[in-house]
């Protein structure tokens, strides 16, 4: 059964990847990227618990109770964090364009003055 | 149930802060109004909720597995009061301090956001409840790290916010975890259903994300890098709020909950809590002891201190929670008074540096003053209030026989007090610097949110008289050395 674990094995691979791109990178927007590509790994993760195989829509109606339903739960939660993830990433850009207008340059190396 | 005003506590500073962005854009005067009622009335719903029995609300009225409910225990109402009463201060304060710069109705507003954030953090009973509130406390922060949108502040700014939306993230894969196993996000049923399915590998990584996560938020050794840039580089005020309350609320309360109440305190989680603590107060006093700009060697102050209430977690007894809770306390008012006096000192000297200051305490004398009384706190000078809680720790780690640790405390504790007599040193005594002949006293706000402090500070001791710490400090105590709690029993409160 090495399928079904498959696809969360990849998401932790992609999560790693964009910690990683955090880690390693020297210029701030890849360093974004680096953030957006582990937020989405998250996300993805979250999508795939609640997914069942010919799972459907979690709408009760009468006489229809024995059917498959995906978990509507992590929907709401990947929904919320979308949200948060925007924020955040806005946030990010926007600071990396003053420090833009500020040192002239994206290059972490060349605006490191904080130190100690 | 007579938990109907626990809402309140989010809602209050949510719409203090919608209002404020929307009403106060013209009127400075109007945000700085609404600022300071919106924290007074939190203020008191939190002596309210101290005094009140505990108690909880079902949001929307949906029970609780299904729901969020919203929990206001003994743990929950010690961390409001510790918020909203230093919120309270630094908000008088700022009034006088955040003349210097412009966007009144900004700062009130992310101010707020904040606030309301680490309230929900504090009285959330549901995990993702919890990473919401949290991000919502944190994006406001890294706004205000950035508010005075210098080289040094977007620099700052940027390095905090990577960090925290990096701690961030492996909490939600934390939470992830937790929900793919057992299938619930409310903290108390998530603890029964771990009790019922036992220890497995995802149960670990899950705690291992989590306790990565929080570290990152509490700035514990070795995830402490951003905290020494972030701190320094935001207005005053908010030096104060982030490392008098924001670490705690985000970080530490975050990490006992866990620990205690949703994984329960076995040995080996205790004997780790123990190290990440001694590290953490190590490595914080060492890398603060060469420190010149005051602000920083604040900074560095704040990862150390955070150590001994890691540490006193880490005993696992009811004395070592009584004394991390009350070092918690403590510190959240002794170091945000330190940061509003090197706030004040950077406001009349126009420097950080102390190697420049000297002789202010004749200039100054209630900067001096109230400086000299939170130095001797955090130091753990008797009578101040940080000595008895820095007692407190050690008698626990004397009374389990850990005898390395007591000692590491203490020594921790002598070069604290190295450090902080650096400060008073050069800052206060001897010949007056080049250029501070016309220094004056700051204004009255600032003075006001001083002294307070600093009173606090010296009757914190108070804290430990029986009639006053049954109130406040036991019921704390009781809810994390209670250990698991039951969905039932959080229910019933």
Same mark, same amino acid.
């Given at each position: 059964?090495?399928h079904?674990?498959?696809?969360y094995v990849?998401?932790?691979?992609l999560?790693c990847?964009?910690?990683y791109?955090?880690?390693?990178?020297k210029n701030?927007i890849r360093?974004?990227?680096?953030?957006?590509?582990?937020?989405y790994?998250?996300?993805l993760f979250?999508?795939?618990?609640?997914?069942k195989k010919?799972?459907?829509a979690?709408?009760?109606?009468p006489?229809?109770m *024995?059917q498959?339903?995906?978990?509507p739960?992590?929907?709401?939660?990947v929904?919320?964090?979308i949200?948060?993830?925007l924020? /955040?990433t806005?946030?990010l850009?926007?600071?990396a364009?003053r420090?833009?207008?500020?040192?002239?340059?994206?290059?972490i190396t060349? &605006?490191?003055?904080?130190?100690? | 149930?007579?938990?109907e005003?626990?809402?309140?506590l989010?809602?209050?500073p949510?719409?203090g802060?919608?209002f404020?962005?929307?009403?106060?854009r013209?009127?400075?005067?109007l945000?700085d109004?609404?600022?300071?009622?919106i924290v007074?009335l939190?203020?008191?719903?939190?002596?309210?909720?101290v005094?009140?029995?505990?108690s909880?609300h079902a949001v929307?009225?949906?029970?609780?597995?299904?729901?969020i409910?919203?929990?206001?225990?003994?743990?929950?109402?010690?961390?409001?009061?510790?918020v909203?009463l230093?919120?309270?201060?630094?908000?008088?304060?700022?009034l006088?301090y955040?003349?210097?710069?412009?966007?009144?109705w900004?700062?009130?507003?992310?101010f707020l956001?904040?606030?309301?954030?680490?309230?929900?953090v504090?009285?959330?009973?549901d995990?993702?409840?919890?990473?919401?509130?949290? *991000?919502?406390a944190?994006?406001?922060?890294?706004?205000l790290?950035a508010?005075? /949108?210098?080289?040094?502040?977007l *620099?700052?700014?940027?390095?905090y916010?990577?960090?925290?939306s990096?701690?961030?993230?492996?909490?939600?894969l934390g939470i992830?975890f937790?929900?793919g196993y057992?299938?619930?996000?409310n903290m108390?049923?998530m603890a029964?259903r771990?009790g019922?399915?036992g220890v497995?590998? &995802?149960?670990?990584a899950?705690?291992?994300l989590?306790?990565?996560?929080f570290a990152?938020?509490?700035? %514990?050794?070795?995830f402490h890098?951003?905290?020494?840039?972030?701190?320094?580089?935001?207005?005053?005020p908010?030096?104060?709020?982030? +490392?008098?309350v924001?670490i705690?609320?985000?970080g530490?309360y975050t990490?006992?909950?866990?620990v205690f109440n949703?994984?329960g305190a076995?040995?080996d989680l205790?004997n780790?809590?123990?190290?990440l603590?001694?590290?953490? $107060?190590g490595?914080g006093?060492?890398?603060?002891?060469?420190?010149?700009d005051?602000?920083?060697?604040l900074a560095?102050h +704040?990862?150390?201190?955070?150590g001994?209430m &890691?540490?006193?977690?880490?005993l696992?007894?009811?004395l070592g929670?009584?004394?991390g809770l009350f070092?918690l306390?403590?510190?959240s008012?002794f170091?945000s008074?330190?940061?509003l006096?090197?706030g004040?000192?950077e406001?009349?000297?126009?420097?950080?540096?102390?190697k420049e $200051?000297?002789?202010?305490?004749?200039r100054m004398p209630?900067t001096?003053?109230?400086?000299?009384?939170?130095s001797m706190?955090?130091s753990?000078?008797p009578?101040?209030?940080?000595?008895?809680s820095?007692?407190i %720790?050690?008698?626990?780690c004397v009374?389990?026989?850990?005898?390395f640790?007591?000692?590491?405390?203490?020594?921790?504790?002598v070069?604290t007090?190295a450090?902080?007599?650096?400060? /008073?040193?050069f800052?206060f005594?001897?010949k007056?610097?080049?250029g501070f002949?016309?220094v004056?006293e700051v204004?009255?706000?600032?003075?006001f949110g $001083?002294?307070?402090?600093?009173l606090l500070c010296i009757?914190?001791?108070? $804290?430990l008289v029986?009639?006053?710490k049954?109130?406040?400090?036991?019921?704390?105590?009781?809810?994390?050395d209670?250990?698991i709690?039951?969905l039932?029993?959080?229910?019933?409160?």
């Amino acid at each position: 059964m090495i399928h079904s674990w498959l696809p969360y094995v990849l998401c932790i691979l992609l999560f790693c990847v964009g910690v990683y791109a955090v880690l390693s990178k020297k210029n701030l927007i890849r360093i974004i990227l680096g953030i957006v590509i582990a937020d989405y790994a998250v996300n993805l993760f979250l999508i795939l618990l609640c997914w069942k195989k010919g799972g459907e829509a979690p709408i009760l109606q009468p006489g229809a109770m *024995e059917q498959v339903m995906v978990d509507p739960l992590p929907q709401a939660l990947v929904l919320t964090s979308i949200v948060i993830g925007l924020a /955040t990433t806005a946030f990010l850009v926007a600071i990396a364009m003053r420090l833009h207008e500020r040192y002239g340059t994206y290059d972490i190396t060349r &605006i490191r003055e904080l130190r100690g | 149930m007579a938990g109907e005003y626990i809402p309140l506590l989010v809602a209050v500073p949510l719409a203090g802060a919608f209002f404020c962005a929307l009403a106060a854009r013209k009127s400075g005067v109007l945000a700085d109004t609404i600022g300071t009622l919106i924290v007074a009335l939190v203020l008191a719903l939190s002596i309210y909720a101290v005094v009140s029995p505990p108690s909880t609300h079902a949001v929307g009225g949906w029970p609780a597995p299904l729901g969020i409910l919203l929990v206001m225990d003994g743990l929950a109402s010690l961390m409001l009061l510790v918020v909203s009463l230093v919120a309270f201060l630094v908000m008088i304060y700022s009034l006088s301090y955040m003349n210097a710069y412009s966007g009144r109705w900004q700062f009130h507003t992310l101010f707020l956001l904040m606030l309301a954030g680490m309230n929900g953090v504090v009285i959330t009973g549901d995990l993702f409840n919890l990473f919401v509130f949290l *991000e919502v406390a944190s994006l406001a922060s890294y706004a205000l790290v950035a508010f005075g /949108t210098g080289k040094h502040e977007l *620099e700052a700014a940027f390095k905090y916010a990577v960090m925290g939306s990096l701690g961030s993230l492996l909490l939600l894969l934390g939470i992830a975890f937790l929900y793919g196993y057992t299938g619930t996000l409310n903290m108390a049923h998530m603890a029964e259903r771990l009790g019922e399915l036992g220890v497995a590998p &995802i149960t670990v990584a899950a705690l291992v994300l989590l306790l990565s996560g929080f570290a990152l938020k509490a700035a %514990i050794v070795p995830f402490h890098s951003w905290l020494p840039d972030a701190h320094p580089s935001a207005p005053a005020p908010i030096s104060a709020m982030l +490392s008098g309350v924001l670490i705690k609320s985000l970080g530490v309360y975050t990490i006992a909950r866990l620990v205690f109440n949703v994984y329960g305190a076995s040995p080996d989680l205790l004997n780790l809590l123990l190290v990440l603590g001694a590290v953490s $107060m190590g490595i914080g006093v060492i890398l603060a002891l060469r420190q010149w700009d005051m602000k920083r060697l604040l900074a560095y102050h +704040s990862v150390s201190q955070v150590g001994y209430m &890691i540490l006193g977690f880490g005993l696992g007894s009811p004395l070592g929670i009584l004394g991390g809770l009350f070092h918690l306390f403590n510190h959240s008012i002794f170091k945000s008074l330190l940061f509003l006096n090197s706030g004040a000192l950077e406001q009349a000297t126009g420097t950080r540096n102390l190697k420049e $200051m000297g002789g202010l305490s004749g200039r100054m004398p209630t900067t001096s003053w109230t400086t000299l009384s939170a130095s001797m706190s955090i130091s753990g000078v008797p009578p101040f209030s940080g000595f008895w809680s820095k007692l407190i %720790i050690v008698m626990a780690c004397v009374e389990q026989g850990r005898w390395f640790y007591g000692a590491w405390a203490i020594l921790v504790s002598v070069l604290t007090l190295a450090s902080f007599l650096k400060v /008073t040193k050069f800052a206060f005594l001897g010949k007056l610097g080049k250029g501070f002949e016309n220094v004056r006293e700051v204004p009255w706000p600032m003075r006001f949110g $001083m002294v307070v402090l600093a009173l606090l500070c010296i009757v914190g001791g108070l $804290m430990l008289v029986p009639e006053v710490k049954e109130m406040v400090l036991t019921p704390a105590v009781r809810v994390l050395d209670h250990g698991i709690l039951t969905l039932g029993e959080v229910v019933r409160l």
